[in-house]
T-cell receptor
Framework: EAQVTQNPRYLITVTGKKLTVTCSQN?????MSWYRQDPGLGLRQIYY???????DKGDVPEGYKVSRKEKRNFPLILESPSPNQTSLYFC????????????????FGNGTRLTVT | RKEVEQDPGPFNVPEGATVAFNCTYS??????FFWYRQDCRKEPKLLMS???SGNEDGRFTAQLNRASQYISLLIRDSKLSDSATYLC????????????FGAGTILRVKS
């Protein structure tokens, strides 16, 4: 089954304790992206990757890191989480680097709900 | 002004009703437009793309008005299963691969 898999689904952690949220897709997609979703703000892009070893900042990259060493994986790293990073996180992928083209819609993972105390 | 604005709702409608949502966008250079559906606590899923000529998929009709910079979604004969949040999504090609999401419109269909 074609899918984007995120882990974990739920995570509660404390301020400053490094964590990684994994994202993997099995569709051979070039483009991958991370979003956070907060009430009233919609999805905001954190980082995206056009292909292996190519990553770039989105709208809210502060406090996050990513890597794209393999095409299928795009982990999100929080080196020192803070309470303002409590949010619902989504990983997404699309076939081509033009993740927004009509022929290449975004496929989302099922989300990671992160709470930082 | 937000780049993509939607009425948050909620829109409470009875089964069988017709309901319409609008979404306005600020950048006239936008090139691609989409409606995504998001069920409670779930991931967004593409509902339909919005083409310049307008398009229809069953009970759903999407329209684009470039002159006034808005897109619309019309749902006819609403079903209970249509209850969800509808996200308006706009691509700003001048920013590379930037997709801008609206905050969403909540629809509740009641029996």
């Amino acid at each position: 089954e074609a899918q984007v898999t995120q882990n974990p689904r739920y995570l509660i952690t404390v301020t400053g304790k490094k964590l990684t949220v994994t994202c993997s897709q099995n569709m051979n997609h070039e483009y991958m992206s991370w979003y956070r979703q907060d009430p009233g703000l919609g999805l905001r892009q954190i980082y995206y990757s056009m292909n292996v070893e190519v990553t770039d900042k989105g709208d809210v990259p502060e406090g996050y890191k990513v890597s794209r060493k393999e095409k299928r994986n795009f982990p999100l790293i929080l080196e020192s989480p803070s309470p303002n990073q409590t949010s619902l996180y989504f990983c997404a992928s699309s076939l081509t680097a033009l993740g927004s083209s009509y022929n290449s819609p975004l496929h989302f993972g099922n989300g990671t709900r992160l709470t930082v105390t | 002004r937000k780049e993509v604005e939607q009425d948050p709702g909620p829109f409470n409608v009875p089964e069988g009703a017709t309901v319409a949502f609008n979404c306005t966008y600020s950048n006239s250079a936008s090139q691609s437009f989409f409606w995504y559906r998001q069920d409670c606590r779930k991931e967004p899923k593409l509902l339909m793309s919005v083409y310049s000529s307008g398009n229809e998929d069953g009970r759903f009709t999407a329209q684009l008005n470039r002159a006034s910079q808005y897109i619309s979604l019309l749902i006819r004969d609403s079903k209970l299963s249509d209850s969800a949040t509808y996200l308006c999504v706009v691509n700003y090609m001048e920013y590379g691969n930037k997709l801008v999401f609206g905050a969403g419109t909540i629809l509740r269909v009641k029996s």
